[in-house]
């Protein structure tokens, strides 16, 4: 059964990511042909800036948060990936999680969820991010779900409140990247 594993792609103390990708996690769990769906919360993992003296495609890692974080990755078969607009674009955080590796992410799927408090949802900053994503040859799912006007979407105390028809496009974000992944994983 395949492991979907959520990524929130800010470090930034209070970030909305984390609400947004707590809510994604419950309703992925109730979704029968995943394994294992698992949150990962860049602040929590805590990369460097990318320190690896060789480059990442060689999978010659020196340092044990690297060989940590490409185990991690290796034993996903999807990706759900939240990540917020900073000016226009996705943050550094994010680009260095990818950068740290190279096959680890190879042929998987991946869905992006972008945010902002703006009008744009973040589209802006999902856009942004699909050249890197196919440069490492990842697969992309679905259309990208943007959240505008995030601050309104989320409750410090009750977390991520989704709207109906958000929560709709979420719910078939899911089901796109589950019917892929459960498609994929007889590949591994």
Do not use: C
């Not at 990962?40 to 003296?53: I, K, Q, S, T, Y």
């Not at 590796?101 to 902002?116: C, Q």
């Amino acid at each position: 059964m395949p492991r979907l594993s959520i990524i929130v792609g800010s470090n930034r103390p209070g970030s909305n990511g984390l609400p947004v990708g707590s809510w994604l996690l419950r309703r992925a769990s109730e979704r029968e042909p995943f394994g294992e769906v698992g949150l990962v919360d860049l602040a929590e993992v805590g990369l460097p800036f990318l320190d690896e003296p060789e480059h990442p495609s060689t999978g010659r890692y020196r340092h044990q948060h690297t060989r940590n974080w490409s185990a991690l990755i290796d034993a996903s078969d999807a990706f759900l990936i939240v990540l917020p607009m900073y000016n226009g674009g996705y943050g550094a955080a994010l680009k260095n999680a990818l950068d740290f590796l190279y096959a680890e992410w190879r042929d998987k799927p991946v869905a992006l969820v972008s945010y902002s408090a703006g009008a744009s949802g973040g589209a802006p900053a999902a856009e942004a991010l699909r050249p890197v994503l196919e440069r490492l040859g990842m697969r992309l799912t679905g259309e990208p779900v943007a959240l505008p006007g995030i601050e309104e979407l989320v409750d410090k105390e009750t977390g991520f409140r989704p709207t109906p028809g958000i929560a709709a496009a979420l719910d078939g974000l899911l089901d796109e990247v589950t019917t892929v992944a459960v498609a994929g994983s007889g590949r591994r």
